[in-house]
T-cell receptor
Framework: AQKVTQAQTEISVVEKEDVTLDCVYE???????LFWYKQPPSGELVFLIR????DEQNEISGRYSWNFQKSTSSFNFTITASQVVDSAVYFCALSEMDSNYQLIWGAGTKLIIKP | NAGVTQTPKFQVLKTGQSMTLQCAQDMNHEYMSWYRQDPGMGLRLIHYSVGAGITDQGEVPNGYNVSRSTTEDFPLRLLSAAPSQTSVYFC????????????????FGEGSRLTVL
């Protein structure tokens, strides 16, 4: 069974629309970490955020926000007022003690922002 | 500050050939790792190292060797290339695996695209 599921393979929206990328995870550990990474068309992966399992507060950074809900094992990522530069593949990942804290990656969601 | 440097960026091999992908970081990171990225599969961990002289296998280690003789360098060797090893390879580093040392906040190289014919 997949430990990190990103059910949306590809999302396409028009610029300035809000868009939410879903991430559902599975773990038996009580201490774990969740991540989002961005891979723009240039190919290099860029770290966006890390959350630990004890901190369910939502995080906002400019137009980006993250909603962590342990009750539904989800860590969703919302981009408000999307821009063309947000076009990228976005990966959600999990780090847990059971896996020796190595990152377990979702398959990624390709986000296309049309002008 | 160069960060994580991977070479070569592109390589074409014939089945059975061997080669080494180079990875170097100048951030004094203890943790280094190699991933492969295939369409629709996210990133899969090949090998990792938590410090000089220490390496361990990841999810898909078969057909690959690594060594870590210095903190800075973590080369990935393909011993006898197979078409199944056609992929994009990423080297990544971080301060460490523990939360106190930036666990999971990986710095990636630009990737190496390998084609095995």
């Amino acid at each position: 069974a997949q430990k990190v599921t990103q059910a949306q393979t590809e999302i396409s929206v028009v610029e300035k629309e809000d868009v939410t990328l879903d991430c559902v995870y599975e773990t038996r550990d009580t201490t774990y970490y969740l991540f989002w990474y961005k891979q723009p068309p240039s190919g290099e992966l860029v770290f966006l955020i890390r959350r630990n399992s004890f901190d369910e507060q939502n995080e906002i950074s400019g137009r980006y926000s993250w909603n962590f809900q342990k009750s539904t094992s989800s860590f969703n990522f919302t981009i408000t007022a999307s821009q063309v530069v947000d076009s990228a593949v976005y990966f959600c990942a999990l780090s847990e003690m059971d896996s020796n804290y190595q990152l377990i990656w979702g398959a990624g969601t390709k986000l296309i922002i049309k002008p | 500050n160069a960060g994580v440097t991977q070479t070569p960026k592109f390589q074409v091999l014939k089945t059975g050939q061997s080669m080494t992908l180079q990875c170097a970081q100048d951030m004094n990171h203890e943790y280094m790792s190699w991933y492969r990225q295939d369409p629709g599969m996210g990133l899969r961990l090949i090998h990792y190292s938590v410090g000089a002289g220490i390496t361990d296998q990841g999810e898909v280690p078969n057909g690959y060797n690594v060594s870590r003789s210095t903190t800075e360098d973590f080369p990935l060797r393909l011993l006898s290339a197979a078409p199944s090893q056609t992929s994009v390879y990423f080297c990544a580093s971080s301060l460490g695996l523990l939360a106190s040392s930036g666990a999971g906040e990986l710095f990636f190289g630009e990737g190496s695209r390998l084609t095995v014919l």
